[in-house]
């Protein structure tokens, strides 16, 4: 058995040594801060983010989605509990099976704050708590309206980038992750990364500092923009992607070149130690699940005790009784009838 | 002249009153509160593990020099540092003859002899065994004299966890040292004072299988016995629930040895279709899902692809999952026979929390009733999670410490400084009675002193002044202080030029009346 766990250990070892890999889980957090209709496609950029993560893999139970807005099921919306990423209605990015954690005047700063660093009200539920460990590689994705060092919460509050620097350095002094691939598609997003200094952090922003971020089209029948840029490239190129499929971050690193963008993309390498043409993609935007196969050592584990069945047979029907040694609990008692043929 | 006194004295009144009162005044209630942490004592704790654990054995010989035995194995045993281990010899006493020569076999000697008070582990010589050592339920050890002294030393220091989880524990996660006990680690759940254990039955096709488990009496028969022997360490707290519809993740292959399906893809993902249906997240704190599930119709019989496990597999800090096969032919509802289900689940739950020793070649051990843990596996389970706790601790408070140092305007209220302190107090305790040995008092500390470390640094009530940074404290201030201070400014500079210029005609008059003292 030893040897069996060790092969299995080391094959996962193995099938991850090329891209030295060394997570144990994956969580994503998506935040999405901007209220009402005509901020549909920031809704969008969420929801197509959240529709990939999960087809790779990530569970419910790891991803924390934060709306701001209910666009599905907002009046103006002429297709109720549908909300497409693209102007051809291919995909509903909504779906039927959709946990939001945090909703509406729930999406605040200190909301957002409380649950990267784990200092929630101890009443919280579980499934709206961040419960990563040294193990966890998480993807945090931020969609909204930004400016010049900070990022706008329902239009009223900001989200500076000394706060998320602060955030993500006591995440790292309680190892609350492994490594982080920080996203924000909004204007300025290169901004809102300036002053990260924790290690492990790979950032990513739509624009730099000083440009907009552009959408991508508008959808004439609905008359709001329903998707941007960055976000309708990211989300081309996870379509790509498979469980078990070999792209790189580097090539992810690649998708809004400046001609079609309309914006340049702003990358932070100095914080991530490992080379992008390393990582795959998967890394982030998928999951790994530890598993081993279990056998039984029989010779180690042998319980005596056994509960009593007395099985009455006949033709007719067969009673079956079955209780504890204790007599507490009783099962059976039932006539059941055989099958007819 | 009389007027401009007046201003003049009134103008005082305001400076005193804007610099002399509402100044220190303002100045003090927006101080951020912050408490007294014992910052000196937190960071003379030290990063690495460095107890020196006593262990205490008794060694009972029948035929060989039990002086030179004991002499050898406590130096084999010791390391410098970390163990000291003290061997006791002593011969047979004429009760454990008779106990030896009634026993029928090891397991009824093994079951019949006293309970140890003051050792850790009694090592003791038999005529024969099975191999060349073999470990009791209890805390036994029991070897023959051909036994050579490298294995017994070398199981000795397996049982003590002397080495790999203590390693483990220091570092920070490193996916390059040592794998056997990198895999021990990411695979139990982390130290906490109870573990929900949550058994689901999960049948996909009710209308054709009608199947049921006798899971309330199993839990009382099968986990009970197990949980009453780790009710020192855990309080496992179990729940069982059915499921039904639950879909398939995978699509399994036609067998290639033997009649059936087998599962040939990546077993993880069985496990997201399951998990949505699981609603762990009801239950509060550390859940082990402990889930059964019967293959869909058309897949049946289905087994994992290396036939001779148990067709069942753990998946790391998060359960186990089995398959259950009914049989073909059953007549109405189909009882589980629970015994083989609840050995596999409880062999995983062993897994889980942590019982997974190294142990070297040609030793065996007696096999486990249901109590399904042998007395010497809880003592090793209490020195690893009091070394996990004790590392946890230090490490959460001495970071805490360095945070609320560099960050000056975080509020430290009085719950978290006196969970600081107590949490110190705590390690420092659970250390002096590891060192002597005291296990189940030393756990207690350390999970007291990890709790403590916890409630300190996710407290909430940190965050509150956390995003007022000093630059916005001015912006808010200047706009209420600005017109009130301008006027006050501006007469203190009146006040000043009006008391150098009178000092100047002071001055001039002085000189004007020397002056005239002079010609006179």
Known sequence: MLQKLALAFTCLILSAESSKSSHTNNWAVLVETSRFWFDYRHVANLLSIYRSVKRLGIPDSQIILMMAEDIACNPRNPRPATVFNNAEQHINVYGEEIEVDYRGQGVTVDNFVRLLTGRLPPETPKSKQLLTDEGSNILVYMTGHGIDGSFKFQGREDLTDVKIANAFREMWQKRRYNEILFIADTCQAASLFQKLSSPNILAIGSSLVGEYSHSHHMDPAIGVHIIDQYTHHAFEFLKSVTQDSDKRMSEFLEICPEKRCLSTIGIRLDLYQRDPRDVKVTEFFGTIRPTEEYSLDTALLKFDKNTTTVPLKSEKMSVIKIQSSSGKFQYGNQISFPKKV | ?520
């Open chain 2, 1 to 520: 002249m009389n007027k401009i006194k007046e201003t003049q004295y009134a103008s005082h009144l305001f400076i005193f009153i804007m610099l002399g009162l509402g100044l220190p005044l303002w100045w003090k209630t927006t101080e951020v509160y912050r408490q007294e942490l014992p910052y000196k004592d937190v960071e003379s704790l030290r990063e690495s593990f460095q107890i020196v654990q006593e262990v205490r054995l008794i060694l009972k010989v029948k035929s060989i020099n039990g002086g030179e035995l004991a002499k050898v194995i406590a130096k084999e045993c010791s390391l410098p540092g970390k163990f000291s281990v003290v061997v006791t010899p002593s011969n047979y006493s004429v009760e454990d003859e008779t106990l030896s020569y009634l026993a029928l076999n090891l397991e009824d000697f093994d079951a019949s002899l006293p309970e140890l008070e003051h050792y850790h582990l009694q090592i003791i010589e038999v005529d024969k065994s099975e191999k060349p050592v073999v470990l009791g339920r209890r805390r036994n050890l029991f070897f023959e004299k051909k036994t050579s002294l490298n294995l017994l030393a070398a199981v000795i220091r397996s049982i003590l966890a002397e080495e790999g989880p203590t390693s483990v524990v220091n570092q920070d996660f490193d996916g390059t040292s040592d794998l056997w006990n990198q895999l021990s680690k990411l695979r139990r759940f982390a130290s906490s004072s109870f573990l929900n254990v949550l058994f689901t039955f999960s049948n996909p096709d009710p209308e054709l299988f009608d199947i049921d488990w006798p899971i309330e009496a199993a839990i009382e028969e099968y986990l009970q016995p197990f949980a009453d022997n780790l009710k020192d360490i855990v309080d496992i707290r179990p729940s069982s629930q059915h499921i039904y519809f639950a879909p398939l993740g995978v699509t399994p292959r036609k067998a290639l040895h033997g009649d059936g399906y087998e599962i040939s893809t990546d077993l993880s993902l069985l496990i997201n279709p399951l998990e949505s249906k699981l609603g762990e997240q009801v239950l509060p704190g550390p859940t082990a899902n402990l889930v059964l599930l019967v293959p869909p119709a058309r897949f049946h019989p289905l087994h994992l692809k290396n036939r001779e496990n148990s067709d069942s597999f753990i998946v790391h800090r998060w359960g186990g999952i089995a398959f259950y096969n009914p049989p073909k032919d059953s007549n109405g509802t189909h009882w589980i026979d629970m015994q083989p289900v609840m050995e596999t689940f409880i062999g995983q739950l062993r897994l889980l929390i942590g019982l997974d020793i190294k142990l070297p070649k040609d030793v065996a051990r007696i096999s486990l009733n249901e109590k399904a843990i042998a007395d010497w596996e809880v003592d090793y389970l209490l020195r690893l999670k009091t070394i996990e706790n004790i590392a946890y601790s230090t490490k959460a408070i001495k970071s805490l410490t360095a945070l609320l140092e560099t960050i000056t305007n975080i509020v430290i209220s009085n719950d978290v400084a006196s969970n600081v302190s107590s949490s110190l107090e705590s390690i420092k305790k659970s250390s002096r009675l590891f060192e002597k040995g005291m296990l189940k008092e030393s756990y207690k500390e350390s999970l007291a002193a990890s709790e403590r470390a916890d409630a300190a640094f996710f407290d909430p009530s940190m965050l509150a002044l956390l995003y007022f940074p000093s630059d916005q404290k001015y912006a808010i201030y200047v706009p209420l202080f600005l017109p009130v201070g301008i006027p006050v400014l501006l007469s203190t500079w009146s006040l000043l030029k009006s008391f150098f210029a009178s000092s100047k005609t002071e001055k001039s008059n002085i000189n004007e009346q020397k002056e005239k003292h002079h010609q006179d």
